[in-house]
């Protein structure tokens, strides 16, 4: 989904968003909504980068996917701060949080927020997506090298300037 709004020239949320739709067509073989059919084929950023990720047949194994993630994507709705999809904060928000990380190495502001982004467009719940915006931060820190004795504050101090984000600071804290 980086990839894709990067190369596009979208909105990482928008990005994520097309690859939270594929995600869901590997795991049903159903199109949440009929306009986004034509994101189930090879896509521009795919042909650059030489590579089409929905012909990987592995991808199409269902894994026990979240039932969270499930329903929030299968309705096809663009969710996020203004429309939230449910009240959830379970891990699977989380999950996705490390690539965001890595995507902008050296960059745990950006990575705070796209993570928050990622874990929005699943989980209504702030906390869930405060928690998958830290861990996003924070892998962006550890990926340049910097000390671990930093890394925590570093992503706590993001997290200090979010209203609602104050269950996970103490959570982290601990």
Known sequence: GLLWADHDKLSPKIGLF?????????????????????????QPHESFWQYDIMAEKE??????????????????????Q??????????ASVMRAAPVGMFYAGDAERAFH??????????GNPTGCYAAGAMAAMVSLILVGTPMAK????G???????????????VLHK
């Open 151 to 154: 890394v925590l504050p570093q």
């Open 114 to 123: 796209v993570g928050c982004q990622s874990a929005g467009l699943t989980h």
């Open 18 to 42: 097309h690859s939270c739709m594929r995600w869901y067509y590997t795991q049903t073989e159903r199109v949440a909504r009929p306009e986004f059919k034509d994101w189930m084929g090879r």
């Open 59 to 80: 991808l199409y194994n269902r894994r026990s996917p979240s039932m969270t993630s499930m329903k929030a994507v299968s309705l096809g709705r663009l969710c996020g």
């Open 82 to 91: 203004d429309i939230k999809v449910n009240n959830s904060k379970s891990c």
């Open 156 to 170: 706590m101090t993001l997290l200090r300037k979010e209203k609602g984000s104050k269950e996970v600071v103490k």
